[in-house]
């Protein structure tokens, strides 16, 4: 059941894929793709380390200092490659905005000429990092608070909501709800509440709850352009992907409907490469732009994915796990995975 998720990986960054590519007439073929995607893939990673990590949290034998360093050598290697390349395509950004792309920092600023800077999808990387760095701490408060810990999220969810509804100014919205890290913390800690939830409660019947998360999601899609941005740019999304997630994970022990489709073995592999596809689409992108005069919208768009698809694979086989590799054997002394 691990490789459904891992799938559902693969599907929502092809989302954000289509939410950044455009019509000859600059309309997004997706409008909702990017804030669903990135909502998922927060509440998906919480839900992820929580299972991988909840033994040796309980256990006592975590290691923070290891467990950063692990996540590090997860995403920096191919972050900074990234944003070598971005700098031809984007342009070169000022010292500043420079050294707050290289620390991975940019999203700490409410400004989009910082945090959408060099690779312009590279901003939720800080995000992960800020719940990564928290997420023992995250975790024990929910494993000793329970439903304290499950009432405070949803009293700072509602809060979160209720602002979200007063600020008109989508400039705001962006900078502050979806993209400021502390606000992306709540998604996080959803996914380690889900966890929290199916560990103790199993799931049944699996098959009606995926139905009722493809419902919800696809009711989600159609009332997403009247719907206010305060709400869509996360907290909207929360109800399809825990009712997703918890539709195809382990606790629900099924591997039928949609469970089933997701153990398809080149939709696992696509999303064990998703990292890879996110972070180059952009990229891409941009450099198949100038063939905007003399393609239509959507070959070109079939030569975006192509290219998208095969350099992630490309990327993640010859790049990224050598780099984390040699990193693993420098930084932790051995030849470790993760």
Not at 114 to 119: D, E, L, P, T
Request: aromatic share 16%; glycine share 6%; with cysteine.
């Amino acid at each position: 059941m691990v490789n459904a998720l891992q799938s559902l990986r693969g599907i929502f960054a092809v989302l954000i894929f289509f939410h950044h590519y455009r019509y000859t007439d600059g309309a997004s073929i997706s409008p909702a793709g990017g804030d669903c995607g990135v909502a998922f893939f927060l509440v998906l990673s919480g839900y992820v380390m929580s299972l991988a990590y909840h033994k040796p949290l309980t256990e006592g034998s975590f290691a923070w200092k290891t467990f950063m360093v692990k996540r590090l050598i997860r995403l920096w290697p191919l972050y900074l490659l990234c944003l070598a390349i971005s700098l031809p395509l984007f342009g070169v950004p000022g010292i500043n905005t420079g050294i707050a792309n290289a620390l991975m920092l940019q999203s700490w600023f409410p400004n989009p000429d910082i945090y959408f800077s060099g690779n312009p999808v590279s901003w939720c990387v800080g995000d992960f990092m800020l719940a990564y760095a928290l997420f023992p701490f995250n975790f024990a408060a929910v494993l000793a608070w329970r439903r304290t810990a499950i009432a405070i999220f949803l009293i700072l969810s509602a809060a979160y909501a209720a602002t979200g509804a007063v600020i008109l100014d989508p400039q705001q919205v962006q900078a502050w709800m979806y993209i400021f890290p502390p606000a992306r913390l709540l998604d996080f800690t959803l996914g380690v509440i889900l966890w929290y939830i199916s560990s103790r409660i199993p799931v049944y019947r699996p098959v009606a709850l995926q139905s009722a998360a493809l419902l919800v999601l696809a009711a989600a899609f159609l009332l997403y352009p009247i719907a206010p941005a305060g709400l869509t740019a996360a907290i909207w999304w929360w109800p399809a992907a825990a009712l997703l997630i918890l539709s195809v994970s382990p606790s629900c022990g099924s591997n039928k409907g949609i469970a089933r489709i997701l153990q398809w073995r080149p939709l696992v592999a696509f999303g064990n490469v998703s990292f890879s596809f996110y972070m180059i689409h952009m990229l891409v992108h941009q450099a198949c732009a100038p063939l905007e005069t003399t393609l239509s919208w959507w070959p070109l768009l079939l030569l975006d994915m192509t290219i998208c698809v095969v350099g992630a694979f490309v990327l993640t086989t010859y790049f990224e796990k050598p780099a984390m590799g040699l990193a693993y054997r420098i930084l932790l002394k051995k030849d470790n995975s993760d």
